[in-house]
């Protein structure tokens, strides 16, 4: 059987600024923007390519204190173009930083190693890896 992470709530503190970083900024697209009622609404956005999603929304969706969120990674096959991307969209990001060492023998250096780093406006701490091959 497979179990497949495809939804991961983000807590923000403003959902419409929220939604306009992931969407414009980060290239996300916007699956739904859903209004349940005055008090309650979910927005589901999906990175170009993944098979898992972001939650955002506030009344329906777990009570975390926005910002609280760190660690959540992006994979991409080029990270100097992805980097030169996030840049271009405004968003504050990191110098391309190598962590560790390569566990085996990579065409492209940055492969496993290479990692840039940003926040969406609450504080939310994302990375984005290179990989772009597998073995």
């Known amino acids: 059987m497979n179990w497949t992470l495809e939804v991961v709530v983000v807590p923000v503190s403003d959902v419409d600024r929220a939604k306009e970083f992931y969407a414009e900024r980060l290239g996300f697209a916007v699956d739904h923007d859903t209004v349940i009622n005055d008090d309650a609404r979910i927005v589901q956005l999906t990175p170009p390519g993944s098979g898992c999603s972001i939650v ?12 609280s969120l760190k660690g959540l990674q992006l994979v991409v096959p080029d990270l100097h173009k992805a980097r030169a991307e996030l840049v271009e969209r405004g968003v504050e990001v990191s110098e391309i ?3 560790g060492k390569n566990p085996r023998p990579v065409p492209e250096p940055l492969d496993n190693v290479g990692f840039v780093f940003f926040t969406d406006p609450d504080g939310n701490a994302w990375g984005v890896q290179q990989i772009s091959s597998r073995p």
């Not at 955002?56 to 910002?67: F, L, N, Q, S």
């Open 56 to 67: 955002i929304g506030e009344g329906v969706v777990p009570d975390m204190p926005p910002g």
């Open 97 to 99: 930083q190598v962590v």
